[in-house]
């Protein structure tokens, strides 16, 4: 049995008429009249006798009929899922997110692909990098964003970086400089991430290379403590582009600091698990709001 034979069959028990039924599914009554014939020789019995110009359904018909709508109806429901994953307007999404993204910018990212999706869920989970990499890894999430280097296999990953800048509490008296570097820092009270964060390493690098003391008031593990804290003049932070974008740190000032400090953050995705549609599309999104801080990756 096939979809228009049944689409015909429903009509004409619907109307009583082969014309209004040609008219309701938009094709011409000897299409409809050769759609039922078919019908009843694959059955092997009449569905309809007429009389007085209409067609009168049998016994058989109204025993048929409503399995056959019941078919209809999972048919259109496969039909408009269909619609739906095309057009990406339902599915779900895993989304692990490293937490300096996911104060502000993972939130606004997926506020803004949800806008015109109503049945769309996202599940966002917040990570350190290292977990982030072990759920990719293993197949756990769809797309996950995390520092980098990669540690773990059976990911595919694209690699932004960054350059970080120096943050100082308004009114600091090194702002009058237009570029920080770690000579004119010697000595200064510094918030740091933690010993084992990618900025630490290279920030110590750079005050050894040009003789100069590095003094680490505090050590956090997180950008946005960092920037609470220098904001509070307890010392100068190294801090990333989407923490200083943050509208919440009003009380500090940046300067670009030489030489460069880099966060390489990259996108996440299982290597051997074919991506949906719907992930393809919020990759898109992600991908140009990541570029929005990074003109020049």
């Given amino acids: 049995m096939k979809y228009k034979q ?93 937490p300096v993204l996911s104060i502000a910018f993972m939130p606004d990212v997926i506020s803004e ?40 296999s059976g990911i595919e990953c694209e690699q932004f970086n960054y350059k970080c800048v120096c943050a100082l509490p308004e ?26 964060h990618m900025t630490y ?17 505090v050590e956090t593990q997180l950008f946005h403590s960092a920037a609470r804290l220098a904001e509070k003049c307890h010392g100068v932070a190294i801090l990333d582009p989407f923490t200083v974008a943050d509208s919440h740190y009003l009380g500090l000032k940046t300067r670009p600091f030489l030489p460069d400090i880099e966060l390489k953050i990259g996108i996440l995705y299982p290597a051997e698990h074919p991506r949906s549609l719907l992930a393809e599309e919020f990759l898109k999104l992600l991908r140009k709001r990541l570029l929005d801080f990074a003109p020049n990756t």
């Avoid at 109503?118 to 520092?147: C, F, M």
């Avoid at 009114?171 to 084992?196: K, Q, V």
């Fill in 6 to 98: 049944m689409l015909a069959f429903r009509m004409v028990m619907i109307t009583g008429s082969v014309s209004q039924a040609a008219e309701r599914i938009h094709i011409s009554q000897p299409a409809v009249s050769n759609l039922i014939l078919s019908l009843e020789q694959h059955f092997g019995f009449k569905l309809f006798e007429r009389r007085k110009g209409r067609l009168i359904p049998t016994p058989d018909a109204h025993q048929i009929y409503e399995n056959v709508s019941k078919a209809l109806s999972g048919f259109e429901k496969v039909s408009q899922s269909a619609h739906n994953i095309r057009d990406q307007k339902s599915g779900s999404l895993r989304v692990a997110c490293m």
């Fill in 113 to 152: 692909f949800l806008a015109d999706r109503g049945d769309i869920s996202v599940n966002l989970q917040v990570q350190p990098s290292l977990k982030i990499q072990r759920w990719i890894a293993t197949d756990l999430y769809d797309i996950g964003i995390a520092e980098l280097p990669l540690i773990h």
């Fill in 171 to 196: 009114g600091h008296s090194l702002l009058e400089h237009e570029t920080l570097t770690p000579r004119e820092l010697d000595n200064e009270s510094f918030i740091s991430l933690n010993s084992d």
């Fill in 201 to 217: 390493q290279q920030t110590s690098q750079a005050f050894a290379s040009a003789g100069a003391r590095w003094k680490v008031r």
